[in-house]
């Protein structure tokens, strides 16, 4: 098949290298030109396992291009658009970008051409992208909805054996290209209307960030009353009605997608007149949570002013460089407006912009050069890097030893014995 893949983020660029390793005719269109060059040159502007190599080997391959407008007319079977939806002030995602998709694919795109979104976008896009279509003209483009639910960190993996895919299609032909498509992939498949598509993947996130804050609760309890969140997750994660996953306690969710998509979803409810409870309750406990260090630091030195904080990880999670919505950026901005000086650590970012704080914060990739004369240790982002570090060493260079594990992965015996104070989530110390 001949596809485009209209945005060449963090889901347009690794969808349309899969799409060519599974052996279709890929054309990435981005309207940053600079960007579209490096690619051509097979330079991965984000930082995601596998992916150079893969780009690498679709362009000796001939099967991924790149390019900055639509020049290539011949029969293109189908058109993902990948753009970004940022949240608008309000909370709503932003379709500013997909709707002057839809214009430019109304010029170029050749008849019966296949227009799906892979873009999180609100309950009923597709019935607008629909009606603008007809409004230019082109009653011939079918219109569906395929969400995308990969992980970044695990994006090549989580593309080429998803765990299903969702075909949100009004006609049977919309479905015969998505099925040609997708042939050589061995997922379930749920066929629907485009909106019950669209809602799928919202569900989806929501539901997976509610775990998260319902942990990070049962981990506040947890702290007051000496029980292990560690092992009530585990106890509960072992019956398959729960299951283990996204039972992590820590400083919640961060990246583009559980804030934004979850306050999206309140908003879309809040527009058919629905109160969404449960999910305004689950975004407040998530930003909440992200502070739990702050304050423990204030139980702890009572004054930050003066003091030298170094937060480990600026990434949401490890294996990305994206520090977007990342708690390590809050957090900072809050140390800051305390008094202290703070110092960041991350294996892949190189510089960290925090809201509110006038300069950008440097970042370090050394552990040890961070924690040199630090008052207090934030562990945010559960990077390898951070976990087996020479703790006696950690504790010869840092003015005052004390640790929060805001991610519950730092072995508690190992960093005593070193001499270090740690406290950390739901674990009762
Ligand atoms: C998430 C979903 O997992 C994907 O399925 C979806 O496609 C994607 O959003 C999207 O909408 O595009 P991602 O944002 O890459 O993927 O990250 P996750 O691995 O899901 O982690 C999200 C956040 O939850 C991270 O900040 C992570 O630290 C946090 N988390 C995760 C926890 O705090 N505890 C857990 O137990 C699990």
């Known amino acids: 098949m001949n596809i485009w893949i209209v945005g060449t983020g963090y889901v347009g660029l690794v969808t349309g290298l899969c799409f060519a390793k599974l052996g279709h005719q890929v054309w990435c269109i981005d309207q940053d030109k600079t960007k579209i060059e490096r690619l051509s040159d097979g330079k991965v502007p984000m930082h995601e ?42 909370g709503e995602a932003d379709l500013r970008y997909v709707f002057s ?83 050589n992939l061995a997922s379930p498949v749920v066929v629907c209307e485009p909106p019950t598509a669209e809602m799928i993947k919202y569900a989806s996130n929501a539901f997976l960030a509610t775990k998260i804050s319902f942990v990070n609760e049962i981990a506040n309890i947890c702290d007051r009353i000496g029980a292990d969140v560690s092992q009530v997750a585990l106890g509960m ?6 299951g283990p996953s996204f039972l992590r306690a820590g400083l919640g969710y961060g990246g583009s ?21 449960l999910l305004r309750a689950v975004v407040e406990v998530n930003q909440r949570q992200r502070m739990a260090p702050l304050y423990r630091l204030l139980n702890w030195f009572e004054d930050l002013a003066g003091l030298t904080v170094c ?38 970012v190189k510089d960290a912009k925090v809201p509110g704080c006038g300069t950008d914060l440097s970042v370090t990739c050394d552990p040890y050069e961070g924690l040199l004369d630090a008052d ?14 020479d703790w006696q060493r950690v504790k010869n260079l840092m003015r005052h030893p004390f640790w929060f594990d805001g991610r519950n992965v730092l072995d508690p015996d190992r960093l005593r014995e070193a001499g270090l104070v740690l406290a950390n989530i739901g674990r009762g110390v």
């Open 101 to 183: 998709v839809v214009e430019d694919l109304a010029k170029y795109g050749t008849p019966g051409l296949l227009v799906a979104t892979k873009s999180t976008v609100p309950v009923g896009t597709a019935a607008k992208i629909r009606e603008r279509f007809d409004r230019l003209g082109r009653s011939d483009i079918e219109v569906a909805s395929v969400p995308e639910f990969l992980r970044e960190g695990n994006a090549i993996e989580d593309t080429l054996n998803p765990h299903r895919l969702i075909y949100g299609v009004t006609s049977k032909t919309a479905l015969t290209v998505l099925e040609a498509i997708h042939k």
């Open 49 to 90: 396992p596998g992916l150079p190599e893969l780009l690498h080997d679709q362009l000796a391959l001939g099967r991924i291009h790149f390019a900055h407008e639509y020049t290539h007319l011949h029969a293109v079977d189908a058109a993902f658009i990948a753009v970004g939806t940022p949240p608008t002030e309000r």
């Open 311 to 348: 937060l480990l990880g600026v990434s949401f999670k490890p294996g990305t460089d994206d520090t977007r919505e990342s708690p390590s950026l809050d957090l900072a901005r809050q140390l800051v407006a305390h008094g202290a000086t703070v110092r960041m650590v991350d294996p892949v």
């Open 376 to 389: 207090a240790a934030v562990l945010v982002t559960e990077w390898d890097d951070f976990l087996h570090l």
């Open 237 to 242: 994660g072992l019956d398959p009605r729960i």
């Open 257 to 277: 997608c559980f804030p934004k998509d979850t306050k999206a979803l309140v908003n879309i409810a809040g527009a058919v007149n629905y109160d969404f409870t």
